[in-house]
């Protein structure tokens, strides 16, 4: 059970060039959600989905898609990669059935750096 | 708009110093706070917190939370340096047509000193 699992684990971009961070969970969770973590920022929710197929705008969406084709993914595209993109980006993972409390399981984090 | 303020935002004591962690919230369709440690790499999950003035207790670490007044705390005892880390709150809401949410505070950085 490897719980959530994020690829790369690093990666350095120049200005303008794409890239796909890949999220996987094998907890079988409904919910997902991409965070963003700048120093003295604590998390703010880039991207979320409540289930296979659909996808929601959290905080901070702007220069940011995502899908979520199957349930145990989610990707989180960057199209044209800016300097103000440079962060450390989680995953998170969460039953989010309604009636229980919402307790989100993280990966490890993918450290973006955009020159 | 959601909000969730941490204070202090940085903190430094000396082992067996006891602490305590600040969180304030303002945020419609409450359902419940959540408490984290991060270490270096991602947020770990601490406590969960539903019912106002119901304590929840991990060895050192106890948390309560007061749904009138709005707010959380975190107290750690006998401070160890392995207590050294962010401690993020978080704040889960319901929403109608986009299933449920975390806000998260900036966090309060703790450095417990030998």
């Known amino acids: 059970n490897a719980g959530v699992t994020q690829t790369p684990k690093f990666r350095v971009l120049k200005t303008g060039q794409s890239m796909t961070l890949l999220c996987a969970q094998d907890m079988n969770h409904e919910y997902m959600y991409w965070y963003r973590q700048d120093p003295g920022m604590g998390l703010r929710l880039i991207h979320y989905s409540v289930g296979e197929g659909t996808t929601a705008k959290g905080e901070v969406p702007d220069g940011y898609n995502v899908s979520r084709l199957k349930k145990q993914n989610f990707l989180l595209g960057l199209e044209s990669a800016a300097p103000s993109q440079t962060s450390v980006y989680f995953c998170?993972?969460?039953?989010?059935?309604?009636?229980?409390?919402?307790?989100?399981?993280f990966g490890p984090g993918t450290r973006l750096t955009v020159l | 708009e959601d909000k969730v303020v941490q204070s202090p935002l940085s903190l430094v004591v000396h082992e067996g110093d006891t602490v305590t962690l600040n969180c304030s919230y303002e945020?419609?369709?409450?359902?419940?706070l959540l408490w984290y440690k991060q270490e270096k790499k991602a947020p770990t999950f601490l406590f969960m917190l539903?019912?106002?003035?119901i304590e929840k207790k991990s060895g050192r670490l106890s948390s309560i939370l007061d749904k009138k007044e709005l707010f959380s705390i975190l107290n750690i005892t006998a401070t160890q340096t392995g207590d050294s880390a962010i401690y993020l709150c978080a704040v889960d809401r319901l929403e109608e047509t986009s299933g449920s949410r975390l806000t998260f505070g900036e966090g309060t950085q703790l450095t417990v000193n030998p």
């Open positions: 998170a993972s969460s039953r989010g059935t309604s009636g229980f409390p919402n307790e989100q399981f």
């Open positions: 945020v419609t369709n409450f359902r419940s």
């Open positions: 539903t019912s106002s003035g």
